[in-house]
């Protein structure tokens, strides 16, 4: 009771008038997406990686149709790299030119046991008549980026020091070749220039860069490319998430080879002989044409800097119609890298 005749009036909080509880919803780490490249990789928060290319891994064989064995090695047990290597049928050659092959997969999918890529090396070695070094490099994000150019860089150094029997009884140490598809011709570039900046070099015959992995800080380069936008985006994205984030960006040369401050692609002359660049109708078409004009810009001749261009092809073609009019050309241009005299 109040005195004076006023009454105090309280007011009760009822349980309809309190703000409802603070519902925290936690996201599950291992379904919560933190990057995704359709159709070729997922990683999510947990860090597990779904990689969603189709894979269809082969084992060494000897081939029926092209004659070609095939046989994996072992090429640095501390990292886990091994190579699967190609010898063609016997025949009346002294020694073999060696090819190093690096397959695509844009750094972070892709093997060398994968069956087209093992289709394309069966042909190239019964067609060019050389031994082949397919490497499988390890892959980002478990493996960031340059752990694919030290693996390349390694299995180079070990088919050019003749450690396998293959490679010492049958290739000629003195003709190397690097070819890579894709990524793995960005991973070619890149293991040429380690070669011309070695203080243990090897020296390479000649470099097969096909539909190469470049990328650049220029935007709109053509006006054509507006219709690959939403790829050319994605494939920048990627770039960054096989570094890890440990990148300077566009203009990384790794990435960009043309951009300000890279090195002059004249330095590629310490270690290789000749350049074939070969490019298809797709996104990285500008960019690889950006390459081989820098070649030319830099004073490579156009003998020794040659361009394929496959009007009118996608970037797989040579692996999916291996027996179409372009992908036979895209081989006799191989085959041509391979014999011609250094």
Known sequence: MCSGGEHKVIHARTPAM????????????????????????RQYKSGRVERLLPTNPVPPSVDAATG???????VDPA??????????????????????????????????????????????????????VSVEYRL?????????????????????????PWIRDHGDRDRVFVVGYSAGGNIAHNV?????????????????????????????LAEGEMKHAWLRAKLEEMWAFACAGRTTGLDDPRVNPVADGAESLTRLRLACGRVLVCLAEDELWFRGK???????????????????????????FFLQEPESAMALALMDRLVALFSRNQ
Request: glycine share 10%; aromatic share 8%; net charge negative.
């Open 290 to 316: 950006a390459y081989y004009d820098g070649l030319l810009g830099s004073g490579w001749a156009e003998e020794d800097a040659e361009l394929l261009d496959s009007v009118g092809e996608d970037h797989q």
């Open 140 to 164: 980002a994000p478990e493996h960031p980026v340059p752990a694919c150019y030290d693996d390349a860089w390694a299995a180079l150094r070990w088919a050019a020091s003749a450690a396998d």
């Open 68 to 74: 070609v064995t095939s046989k994996d090695a072992t």
């Open 79 to 132: 990292t886990g790299l091994w190579a699967r290597l190609y010898l063609p049928a016997a025949g009346a050659d002294d020694k073999l030119a060696i090819v190093v092959y690096l397959h695509g997969g844009g750094l972070v999918a892709g093997s060398a046991a994968d069956a087209p890529e093992h289709a394309f090396l069966n042909r190239l070695c019964a067609r060019a008549r050389v031994l082949a």
């Open 18 to 41: 309190s703000p409802p509880p603070r519902r925290i919803v936690r996201m599950d780490p291992d379904s919560e997406v933190t990057f995704e490249f359709v159709p070729v990789i």
């Open 192 to 220: 040429a220039l380690r070669a011309a900046g070695s203080d243990r070099p090897v020296r390479i015959g000649g470099l097969g860069l096909v539909h190469p992995y470049f990328l650049s800080g220029e935007k709109g």
